[in-house]
């Protein structure tokens, strides 16, 4: 059974950073598809970065420019470099990975806080 552990949430100010890292354990890292999701209050869960095996990333035009997701297969680690933060960044981030081939996993981890204000 694979397992993920999100770290380095916390408080920050406006225009701050902060780099979240979520270590997988159980599961072969390198054939997942990893992605980092948040959830504000009262509001759906949304994708805000994800990464390929190959380690193509992707981003929403919110997080575009501010944001970068890495992987590290050697650590079974992905990262989430997030600068420039917002208040409306705030909210609960999970990180999650996705496995299809040679059959399908989809794991979650529990979420950190992150939460932007002065």
């Known amino acids: 059974q694979g397992q993920l552990v999100e770290s380095g949430g916390g408080l920050v100010q406006p225009g701050g950073s902060l780099r979240l890292s979520c270590a997988s354990s159980?599961?072969?890292?390198?054939?997942?598809?990893m992605g980092w999701y948040r959830q504000a209050p009262g509001k759906q869960r949304e994708l805000v970065a994800d990464?390929?095996?190959?380690?193509?990333?992707n981003y929403p035009d919110s997080v575009k420019g501010r944001f970068t997701i890495t992987r590290d297969n050697a650590k079974n680690t992905v990262y989430l470099q997030m600068n420039n933060l917002k208040p409306g960044d705030t909210a609960v981030y999970y990180c999650?990975?996705?496995?299809?081939?040679?059959?399908?996993?989809?794991?979650w981890g529990q979420g950190t806080q992150v939460t932007v204000s002065s």
């Open positions: 159980g599961m072969l890292f390198s054939l997942y598809d």
């Open positions: 999650r990975g996705i496995m299809t081939r040679p059959f399908r996993r989809d794991y």
């Open positions: 990464i390929t095996t190959g380690g193509s990333p």
